[in-house]
């Protein structure tokens, strides 16, 4: 309810000198230029006859029909009471529509929102992805559509794109480790290790047969690992393929440096 204040003496005044052929005029509308009293007509009826019939015989008198001191004001559309009861603008960008059932329904969703006195008006496609007004999760892409937008979790998480969970690749079993390998998952991914005396990436891990000891070389060679393999030589003063390594004489063969 706002307070009605007027121009009753104004227009009762007016009226007098102008010759009493103008009827008193209204109230000033104190529900502002964008919005009527609910009780507009039955006062302003009275308040014209009762300024024009109190003007008549008293000259600058006030009206005989006083009218109502408080008024509910009724907004054009577009428009709003605000907390003192006056009409106002409605944003409909920020606030939307009233639905009439208390709350309210958004306008241009997905859409750019011009505000303007009494109305509003939509634009062009809006990009909440560089707005940041989707709701994608933080491991997810978000891809503007007309009007709207999408998420997709990022490769290595599952969901809806609003919510993104890790997968866990180890333990699914859909990490590429090697055989010989140990498999860690991480949020958004997975690594894998190769086991010791294993050599490698990871996704490749080639056995080390000689610090394994799966090698077949002689007690006196050397093993050396190769990819896929190893190779033995004996050691100096041994000869052989390396798997079988015999002492050599020198004195025999007098390849020694005795005196
Ligand atoms: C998103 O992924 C990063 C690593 O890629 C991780 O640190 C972060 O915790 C993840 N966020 C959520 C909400 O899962
Ligand atoms: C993994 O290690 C085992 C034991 O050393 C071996 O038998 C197997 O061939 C290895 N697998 C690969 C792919 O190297
Ligand atoms: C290896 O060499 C040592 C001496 O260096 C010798 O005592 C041993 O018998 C050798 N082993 C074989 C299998 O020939």
């Excluded at 502002?32 to 019939?53: I, M, R």
């Excluded at 919510?163 to 699914?172: A, F, Q």
Aim: include cysteine.
């Amino acid at each position: 309810m706002v307070q009605v204040t007027g121009s009753k003496w104004t227009g009762a005044t007016l009226m007098l000198f102008i010759g009493m052929s103008i009827p008193c005029q209204a109230q000033d509308n104190p529900c502002g230029e964008h919005g009527q009293c609910k009780t507009d007509l039955d006062y302003q009826v009275g308040n014209v006859f009762g300024c024009f019939f109190y003007n008549l015989i008293f000259f600058g008198g006030t009206c005989n029909n006083e009218p109502p001191s408080t008024c509910e004001c009724v907004c054009l559309n577009g428009f709003k009471t605000d907390a003192g009861g006056i009409c106002v603008d409605i944003d409909e960008c920020t606030q939307g529509i009233p639905s009439g059932f208390g709350f309210n329904i958004a306008v241009c969703t997905g859409f750019n929102c011009v505000n303007s006195i009494g109305s509003y008006r939509c634009g062009g496609d809006l990009d909440e992805c560089s707005l940041g007004t989707d709701n994608c999760a933080e491991n997810a892409t978000c891809t503007n559509t007309v009007g709207s937008f999408t998420c997709s979790c990022l490769p290595g998480f599952t969901g809806d794109g609003t919510v993104c969970n890790d997968i866990d690749e180890c333990s699914l079993g859909t990490d590429n480790c090697a055989e010989n390998a140990s498999c860690t998952n991480t949020v958004g991914s997975f690594s894998c290790t190769c086991f010791p005396n294993y050599n490698g990436d990871g996704t490749t891990c080639d056995p080390d047969e000689c610090s394994l000891g799966t090698d077949n070389c002689a007690e006196n060679a050397t093993c050396t690992d190769t990819v896929g393999s190893f190779s033995c030589s004996c050691l100096a003063g041994f000869t052989g393929d390396g798997t079988k390594c015999n002492d050599v004489d020198e004195c025999t063969l007098g390849t020694d440096n005795c005196e």
